[in-house]
């Protein structure tokens, strides 16, 4: 196990500019989920896919944000034209989808947009 | 909507105490899993503990228990013998669906830990 990676772990873009995260999640998991989280907050969730199927989106993720997961393994989490509201901390999770499965997190990735 | 409410923005103990961190929880639903996390200065995101709604008894794993109760919709994270390392932020979450699946975890705020010296 050798946990959930997340690339890159900062990122300091320009109002307007398109960006890409991208997760690897712990290879047995078929869950994979995004979430992201501002100073002082608990992670708001966005999305999250059962193998390479996106099952639900959050009204927070709006027009601008796509995400995949192509063969069921890795998952990009792309941000289009982004927006000074845009910087937060997105955090990718997985889990093995049981009942009591508790989701396991990487280390997330840090946005600024200037 | 589900919703989790951690009243306690910060919270110090001393060293080698017990400290309890409050949670309580709103959902109509009978189906139900509750977690605590652990989230350091450095970011991540550190599974504790879980609850099933239809767990009769608390939750235990090590240092850490959940006291459960249902009737008043909380779900408080006892950590025993504090060290210095608990220091950290601690989030209370919630998942629905049957037997408490958990996808589309909902978090509390979260309660800033300081284990002092």
């Known amino acids: 196990d050798t946990g959930v990676s997340q690339n890159p772990r900062h990122k300091i873009t320009k109002r307007g500019q398109n960006v890409t995260f991208r997760c690897d999640p712990i290879?047995?998991?078929?869950?994979l989920y995004w979430y992201r989280q501002t100073l002082g907050q608990g992670p708001e969730f966005l999305t999250y896919?059962?193998?390479?199927?996106?099952?639900?989106k959050s009204r927070l993720l709006s027009d601008r944000f796509s995400a995949e997961r192509p063969k069921g393994s890795f998952s990009t989490l792309e941000i289009q034209r982004t927006e000074q509201g845009d910087s937060a901390m997105y955090l990718c999770?997985?889990?093995?989808?049981?009942?009591?499965?508790?989701?396991?997190f990487g280390n997330g990735t840090r946005l600024t947009v200037t | 909507a589900q919703k989790i409410t951690q009243t306690q923005p910060g919270m110090f103990v001393q060293e080698k105490e017990a400290v309890t961190l409050d949670c309580t929880y709103d959902?109509?639903?009978?189906?139900?899993?509750l977690f605590w996390y652990k989230q350091p200065s450095s970011g991540e995101m550190i599974f504790l503990i879980y609850?099933?709604?239809?767990?009769?008894q608390n939750a235990t794993e090590g240092r850490y228990s959940l006291n459960f109760q249902k009737a008043r919709k909380s779900a408080n994270l006892v950590i025993s013998a504090s060290q210095l390392g608990d220091s950290a932020m601690y989030f209370c979450?919630?998942?629905?669906?049957?037997?408490?699946?958990?996808?589309?975890?909902?978090f509390g705020k979260g309660t800033l830990l300081t284990v002092n010296p």
């Open positions: 999770a997985s889990s093995f989808g049981s009942y009591n499965s508790p989701l396991h």
């Open positions: 979450a919630m998942s629905l669906g049957s037997g408490g699946s958990n996808y589309k975890l909902t």
């Open positions: 896919f059962q193998n390479e199927a996106q099952l639900e």
């Open positions: 959902t109509s639903d009978q189906s139900y899993g």
């Open positions: 609850q099933g709604s239809y767990d009769e």
């Open positions: 290879s047995e998991h078929n869950r």
